[in-house]
């Protein structure tokens, strides 16, 4: 199947972890992705820790230069919170990104609705969900495809449908969570959605 993945005329992608995981976590699909012919690449900033807030400059830093490299817009692929990154630079910055692709990704309540909520508390939850909330409001007007998984066992399947975006494609996977970086099934649909 993977041998009959759709080919990249070069396209850039920026890949972005999910909590507590760098660069290596997604090393096999940026691997396969360059014997695509697509330009991928790792984000460069360390362990993705809790802070979306403090990190997203710096991932948008980090677009702006690919950006400038490549002469184009960046598709960006995230896992679980590095697609809740994903969406927030593309909805500060559209112009720089030309999709992006999630895969176990909750879009509404925060950590809520994971089984990692326990590293914030109660307060930080409540607050978080509330600060998720008001940014959906703004749309995110670049294509997005968002995976889940109903065997996910990290983030509750239902927290990552997103019925308010205006360019939406949601894929249902049949992968567990940590096991969706090495899902040959994911690998095929991020090289289909980065050709459209």
């Known amino acids: 199947l ?4 759709p080919r990249g005329t070069g396209q850039p992608v920026l890949f972005l972890p999910g909590l507590r995981a760098g660069d290596g976590s997604n090393a096999p699909m940026r691997s396969f992705l360059r014997q695509k012919n697509f330009r991928a690449y790792g984000w460069g900033l360390g362990t993705n820790n809790c802070d979306v807030v403090g990190k997203l400059p710096k991932v948008i830093e980090r677009v ?26 593309a909805r500060e910055q559209p112009e720089l990104v030309s999709q992006v692709i999630t895969y176990g990704t909750p879009v509404i309540g925060g950590p809520l609705y994971t089984s990692v909520s326990g590293v914030y508390t109660a307060e930080e939850r409540r607050e978080i969900a509330r600060r ?14 968002a995976m889940f998984s109903k065997r996910d066992g990290i983030v509750s399947w239902r927290a990552c449908i997103d019925d308010f975006s205006p360019d939406i494609t949601m894929i249902e996977i049949g992968s567990t969570h940590v096991g969706m970086g090495i899902d040959p099934d994911v690998w095929q649909i991020v090289s289909e959605r980065l050709v459209t």
């Open 132 to 145: 998720v909330a008001d940014r959906n409001r703004i749309p995110i007007e670049v294509p997005i495809t």
């Open 2 to 5: 993977l041998l009959r993945a």
């Open 64 to 89: 702006e230069q690919l950006f400038e490299r490549a002469g184009e817009p960046i598709a960006l692929v995230g896992w679980s919170l590095g697609g809740v990154l994903a969406r927030e630079v």
